[in-house]
């Protein structure tokens, strides 16, 4: 199995900036992509962004693109999400997710507990 914690979340005003890190264990040769969802207060849990060990990544969700990042350490099995500009319709609570890039379901066969992003006008 694949253990996945997240660390980073916390308050932020609009405009700031947060990076969320997460970090793999276990049976790590059993994903090949991670990345993050959220789940934001009134709406369905959603993707954010994936990145696949090759390099290659991908944004889910296009109110976050130009705004947040996501980068994946294969070698460490730990991936950051750099979120800049935040807004207050960022804050949620943010899963890791970590499995096979395109697969069904994409990249998120495994999920983290969750970390809590809060952003204030």
């Known amino acids: 199995q694949v253990q996945l914690v997240e660390s980073g979340g916390g308050s932020r005003q609009a405009g700031g900036a947060l990076r969320l890190s997460c970090k793999s264990s276990g049976s790590t040769y059993m994903h090949t992509c991670m990345g993050w969802f959220r789940q934001v207060p009134g709406k369905e849990r959603e993707g954010v962004a994936a990145a696949h060990r090759s390099g290659l990544s991908k944004f889910w969700n296009e109110d976050v693109k130009g705004r947040f990042s996501i980068i994946l350490d294969s070698p460490l099995n730990t991936v950051h999400l750099d979120m800049n500009d935040l807004k207050p319709e960022d804050s949620g609570v943010y899963y890791c997710?970590?499995?096979?890039?395109?697969?069904?379901?994409?990249?998120?066969?495994?999920w983290g507990q969750g970390t809590q992003v809060t952003v204030s006008p």
């Open positions: 997710v970590a499995g096979t890039w395109g697969g069904n379901p994409d990249c998120s066969k495994f």
